[in-house]
């Protein structure tokens, strides 16, 4: 009975001695604390990547318990490497100087039915350069009999 509490106990201490940590953390700008969504996280030390989801929020398992991560973030007008201390609080908060992205009005114009199908009939010699631009196809028209429509022809 000893030797098999002795051996649990082994078990038990060499299965936490290679657990992996888990950090989790939400990116966060500096100017507004705004969450940053669908950032690229990567943990330079294990060469482990994360995408933030909307609310900035990610994990990353770390190999051994270290007080400072190198990050390597990527979002929309950042992208550089930040060493994080660690707060052990879950999710931890890493703030990151990402600018702000200021947008241009733009105009857009509409077209018919017609314009569409004509500029898609322009781009098939770019599109397709080496294929054949025929294909098998039929269409049906209604006909007009006494000014009713009658029947498809």
Do not use: W
Not at 109 to 137: H, R
């Amino acid at each position: 009975m000893r030797s098999c509490s002795i051996f649990f106990i082994i078990c038990v201490q060499g299965i936490l001695c290679c657990a992996q940590n888990i950090f989790q953390g939400v990116l966060l700008t500096v100017n507004d604390s705004t969450v940053i969504p669908f950032a690229s996280v990567k943990l330079i030390a294990t060469d482990e990547m994360q995408i933030t989801d909307e609310f900035g929020a990610f994990s990353l398992s770390t190999a051994k318990d270290s007080a400072i991560l190198e990050l390597e973030i990527a979002a929309l007008n950042y992208h550089g490497i930040i060493s994080h201390k660690r707060t052990y609080a879950s999710p931890e908060k890493i703030y990151v100087p990402a600018g702000s992205i200021f947008l241009d009005s733009i105009e857009i114009k509409g077209y018919t039915a017609q314009q569409v199908i004509q500029k898609a009939v322009e781009q098939i010699p770019f599109l397709y350069p080496d294929s054949a631009y025929v294909a098998n196809a039929f269409y049906r028209q209604i006909h007009m009999e006494n000014k009713k429509f009658v029947r498809l022809i």
